[in-house]
């Protein structure tokens, strides 16, 4: 018998390593949902519970995991499937916040040109400033000449890497 969506999260969730406080900080946004203790959440409030978590998944996101998650078209998340899927989430966050601490080497807290143009020719790349600040003005959305944490994961969502 071929493994459903539901168990390939668990699976991929499973070879994750996710600390006791990730763990209850899942387990807290869920009981939040699960007013009657059944241990499910309305697949409505999947969204809700990830935006209690931190993540600002799209439409089309959610439809994606609901359809591989509620293969029978139940309506509900159990807390597994859902701890599933915020273990995985949450790696490629922390993964991605990985990269963003390689570029913000210089305990900033955000990248700036100078960083950018350093992991640049340390790669080999050859880019011009004007190309260099075009990537950066790109992701910096409030317009203060640098990237923050909250720049850098939604340009990587955007470039669908994340």
């Known amino acids: 018998m071929a493994s459903t969506s539901s168990d390939q999260w668990k699976k991929t969730a499973a070879k994750l390593e996710l600390n006791e406080t990730r763990k209850q900080e899942i387990k807290e946004a869920f009981d939040l949902f699960d007013v009657d203790r059944s241990g499910t959440i309305d697949v409505k409030e999947l969204k809700i519970a990830m935006q209690a978590l931190g993540f600002e998944p799209k439409k089309g996101e959610i439809k994606k995991i609901i359809a ?8 509900t998340i159990s807390f597994e499937d859902f701890l599933a899927i915020m273990s995985v989430k949450m790696s490629e966050k922390e993964e991605i916040l990985k990269g963003f601490k390689l570029f913000a080497d210089d305990n900033t807290g ?13 790669l080999g790349e050859n880019v011009t400033h004007d190309e260099l600040k075009k990537m950066l003005d790109e992701a910096d959305r409030d317009r203060d000449g640098e990237i923050n944490e909250e720049e850098f994961l939604r340009m990587m969502k955007k470039t669908t890497l994340y």
């Open 110 to 122: 955000s990248i700036t040109l100078n960083n950018i143009k350093r992991v640049a020719k340390e």
């Open 68 to 75: 591989e998650i509620d293969k029978e078209g139940i309506g």
